[in-house]
């Protein structure tokens, strides 16, 4: 009988013992630092601006880096092998959850993974680029925020601007899904207005001298740049053509704008980035699914005015797209 209540007290106590270790793991579990892959396509203003907005929302909602939130910042430059290399990374690290940063790194990442969470920002159309079933209900491992931009008011802003305008030059990269889908509303828009559009494409930043050229060369009246990566990595290139033919520039976004654009109504990348950083919070909180999480839109929109460029080019600027712009030197 004692040999037996011994064993019964043995079993007891290593019965315990279990069970506080149990809850020991659980603690250990809670504290462990969660692990965030961010996969930037290439480096320019707005995916920046996106990429801090991003980390600054998980950091206002509790995940601090260094404390309880690791981030794996990778930049692929442009680079489709290396965005395929990051995927990987992502995978055999066991992240537990993806930033992707543009439509081609959203891309890559969704066929590398269908298990591990996604959220993408500064991608245009998530349904066109076959990223989800649906905008409304992504029924994928690929949630975010879409940068589409107010096309139909950028238009009015070009005509409001100039009045005598006929003719439209566009420049964009024909291998972006996202540039593709922005020219094919802005040519509809702006054949509803009576605007004849000419193309010239680019497939890398070495391009864009010679498609300015050939648009300055067809004497078109103002250049329209959708938010394309290969296009706002190289602003500068395109103004310097652009400015000495007397060629104003609208833009599709305000970081654009910055970099020597004239003019712009458009969205803010850095919102953009916290909204989608939001988004993330609720994935890791375990308050939602991105199979479930609709992709959500900006309606905050503003103009955005060079003011040096529009010196330069002697543009006046209308009193109604002024108020209330950001106007920058």
């Known amino acids: 009988?004692?040999?037996?209540?011994?064993?019964?007290?043995?079993?007891?106590?290593?019965?315990?013992?279990?069970?506080?270790?149990?809850?020991?793991?659980?603690?250990?579990?809670?504290?462990?630092k969660v692990k965030i892959g961010v996969v930037q396509l290439v480096e320019h203003a707005a995916l920046d601006a996106a990429n801090?907005?991003?980390?600054?929302a998980l950091e206002a909602n509790g995940y601090k880096v260094g404390k309880n939130l690791e981030v794996d910042q990778q930049n692929a430059q442009a680079d489709q092998s290396n965005l395929q290399t990051i995927a990987q990374r992502f995978v055999n690290n066991k992240v537990d959850?993806?930033?992707?940063?543009?439509?081609?790194?959203?891309?890559?990442?969704?066929?590398?993974?269908?298990?591990?969470?996604?959220?993408?920002?500064?991608?245009?159309d998530y349904k066109e680029a076959k990223l989800v079933k649906d905008n409304n209900k992504p029924g994928t491992n690929v949630t975010g925020t879409t940068d589409m931009n107010p096309i139909d008011r950028q238009v009015e802003l070009l005509q409001t601007v100039f009045p005598k305008a006929k003719t439209v030059g566009v420049i964009y990269n024909s291998s972006e899904v996202n540039s593709q889908l922005q020219v094919s509303i802005?040519?509809?828009?702006?054949?509803?207005?009576?605007?004849?559009?000419?193309?010239?494409?680019?497939?890398?930043?070495?391009?864009?001298?010679?498609?300015?050229?050939?648009?300055?060369a067809q004497k078109v009246d103002v250049i329209y740049i959708p938010t394309d990566n290969v296009m706002a990595s190289a602003v500068p290139v395109l103004t310097k053509i652009t400015n000495a033919a007397k060629i104003p520039v609208i833009a599709g976004e305000g970081n654009e704008v910055k970099k020597g654009c004239l003019a712009t109504i458009g969205?803010?990348?850095?919102?953009?980035?916290?909204?989608?950083?939001?988004m993330a919070v609720k994935i890791l909180r375990g308050e939602a699914k991105p199979q479930d999480m609709a992709i959500e839109t900006q309606k905050d929109v503003k103009a955005t005015v060079n003011e040096t460029s529009a010196k330069l080019l002697?543009?006046?600027i209308p009193d109604s797209i002024l108020k209330g712009a950001e106007i920058v030197k």
């Open 1 to 32: 009988m004692k040999n037996w209540k011994k064993a019964m007290a043995l079993l007891t106590v290593a019965a315990l013992g279990i069970t506080a270790g149990c809850g020991g793991k659980q603690e250990a579990k809670k504290k462990d």
């Open 52 to 56: 801090k907005g991003f980390i600054d």
């Open 97 to 124: 959850l993806i930033c992707a940063i543009a439509t081609p790194a959203a891309q890559t990442m969704a066929n590398a993974t269908k298990t591990i969470p996604i959220v993408g920002t500064a991608i245009t």
């Open 186 to 216: 802005m040519k509809k828009v702006a054949g509803q207005k009576g605007l004849t559009v000419k193309e010239a494409t680019v497939t890398t930043v070495n391009d864009i001298q010679q498609a300015a050229q050939s648009l300055v």
């Open 267 to 278: 969205i803010d990348y850095y919102k953009l980035g916290y909204q989608t950083g939001l």
């Open 314 to 316: 002697g543009v006046t």
